[in-house]
């Protein structure tokens, strides 16, 4: 596979920003003249960090470029800091990620790079954090994928919260208060996009939603605290999702090398004939 890091300045983010693309390599007995004189639209996954990670995590803590290279699939990473894929205007001067991963490189990499935009061709997917932006985005634009992975993830019922949450001492409820304050208080976050299981509830059973997979390693406490609610929601209002739950992983980087793998096969994506010596 060819690796290429990009950095480009971003109008979203108001900053320069890098990104890691991985493209199948040509095959040995192509010849090179002729086969990068050929317009391809590969089909592409855009593939989501966690919190504390940035663009070369999936690259560096599993073997996603092999994986990649034995479907003959295009992998987009961006780096999102700690911004849960969403758009903070009012930090420094503003960083727009949700904004940015739509507007900004969705066509850029169209644009630039052998990349199909059909919705056929695309599919999205990210770990822990990554998770809630893929659910997020994935369910507030379902015309753009085919399919999504959340991968140690799940949304969460934001109906009965209270101040009193936020003083809980829950690992989310810090974070969980920014987000509300950045989206304008409570009423407007919970009518955004960030309050994903919202916008399932409005989209199940209308056909327009990619197919969903949520994953999650059994012994992962704090995210299977969330999903099992969400997976008995699901059930009740006709969510159409496969749900892959493994023994014997908690919220670890072994658990999302299998988990990716096992996204490469929910979406579809065929193995090629291919060297891989």
Do not use: C
Not at 98 to 107: F, K
Not at 203 to 212: D, E, I, K, V, Y
Request: hydrophobic share 40%; charged share 25%.
């Amino acid at each position: 596979m060819a690796l290429l890091t990009m950095n480009t300045e971003s109008k979203f983010l108001r900053s320069n920003q890098a990104f890691t693309v991985i493209l199948p390599d040509m095959p040995r007995e192509d010849d090179p003249e002729e086969f990068y004189s050929q317009r391809r639209e590969l089909p592409v996954v855009w593939l989501l960090h966690g919190t504390f990670g940035d663009h070369t995590d999936w690259v560096r803590k599993t073997n996603v470029e092999r994986y990649a290279a034995r479907k003959g699939v295009a992998v987009v990473m961006p780096s999102g800091l700690n911004s849960n894929y969403s758009n903070w205007s009012r930090f420094m001067l503003g960083y727009d990620m949700y904004d940015y991963l739509l507007h900004e490189l969705m066509p850029l990499v169209y644009n630039w790079l052998p990349i199909s935009s059909r919705r056929e061709d695309n599919f999205l997917a990210g770990l822990s954090m990554g998770g809630r932006g893929t659910i997020k985005i994935a369910a507030s634009n379902p015309e753009r994928f085919a399919a999504a992975a959340v991968l140690s993830a799940s949304p969460r019922d934001f109906s009965d919260l209270t101040p009193e949450f936020f003083r809980s001492g829950d690992v989310f409820a810090e974070r969980l208060e920014g987000m509300v304050e950045n989206a304008g208080g409570l009423e407007a976050f919970l009518a955004s996009e960030e309050n994903s299981w919202r916008v399932l509830d409005e989209q199940a059973g209308t056909g327009r939603l990619p197919r969903l997979l949520f994953a999650s390693g059994a012994d992962d406490d704090y995210v299977m605290t969330t999903l099992r609610p969400f997976r008995a929601h699901a059930e009740e209002i006709g969510l159409d999702a496969t749900f892959s739950i493994r023994d014997g992983f908690t919220h670890e980087w072994d658990f999302w090398d299998l988990a990716i793998q096992e996204a490469f096969e929910f979406f579809g994506l065929p193995d090629i004939d291919i060297d891989m010596a």
